[in-house]
């Protein structure tokens, strides 16, 4: 199992700003994602971070929206640029645990409400 | 892209009944998994089935893996007001990057 860490755990912004979200792995892992979970619905995949190339992004988001940075084996951001409204979403972290079966591994999230 | 449709999406319930959630898909998963996410918090492993056929218990809870590996269920008896929460099914596949698919979610809310 891995342990995530993620912050900030909400945030309420205005719209049209960036908010940039972190996430600290305790071990070292090749691949994060990141998901969007809007309110009283599933996960929904943004993009997979790889440390040392670019993030594979989804169809439906681009890398002007949410970029995100893989600086290291432990440690992702993704930033919403420019919110709207239709933003307002929880943000997930995750990782995979490929030791057999896959399985995942998720921080707390991130509550994002735009105003 | 792997589609997994769980059934029902809603589901309020008295304490001390019994339900159950299920989870289909027209593809085969090499494994599939239950989570359990709570306000506030992501989603929490509760289990992995990789068998056809294959059924696991969890003190009150029961899952399922259909014999053809498409289709999951999870069987809840005498539910309790912290079974409260938002149920996720997730298939496996072992090719990819992306190698987890998320069904739809069930959100189980127990009345005490």
């Known amino acids: 199992s891995a342990v995530i860490s993620q912050k900030p755990s909400r945030d309420i912004c205005q719209r049209g700003t960036s908010l940039t979200i972190q996430c600290q792995v305790d071990?070292?892992?090749?691949?994060m994602f990141w998901y969007r979970q809007q309110p009283g619905q599933s996960l929904t995949l943004i993009a997979t971070?790889?440390?040392?190339?670019?993030?594979?992004?989804e169809s439906g988001f681009v890398i002007d929206k949410f970029p995100i940075s893989r600086p290291n084996l432990t440690f992702s951001t993704l930033t919403v640029s420019n919110m709207s409204p239709e933003d307002s979403s929880i943000y997930l972290c995750?990782?995979?645990?490929?030791?057999?079966?896959?399985?995942?591994?998720f921080g707390q999230g991130t509550r994002l409400t735009v105003v | 892209t792997q589609l997994l449709e769980q059934s029902p999406q809603f589901l309020s319930i008295q304490e001390g009944e019994n339900l159950t959630v299920y989870c289909n898909s027209s593809?085969?998963?090499?494994?599939l998994q239950w989570y359990r996410q709570e306000p506030g918090e992501g989603p929490v492993l509760l289990v992995t089935?990789?068998?056809?056929?294959e059924v696991k218990k969890l003190k009150r809870l029961t899952f399922q893996f259909g014999d053809a590996r498409k289709d999951s269920s999870l069987h809840i008896t005498a539910a309790q007001p912290g079974d409260t929460g938002l149920y996720l099914c997730?298939?496996?596949?072992?090719?990819?990057?992306?190698?987890?698919?998320f069904g739809t979610g069930t959100r189980l809310t127990v009345i005490p």
């Open positions: 995750s990782v995979e645990d490929h030791g057999g079966n896959t399985e995942a591994f």
């Open positions: 593809s085969v998963f090499s494994s």
């Open positions: 997730a298939g496996g596949t072992q090719t990819g990057a992306n190698n987890l698919f």
């Open positions: 971070a790889n440390q040392g190339s670019e993030a594979t992004y």
């Open positions: 071990s070292q892992v090749t691949m």
């Open positions: 089935v990789v068998t056809g056929g």
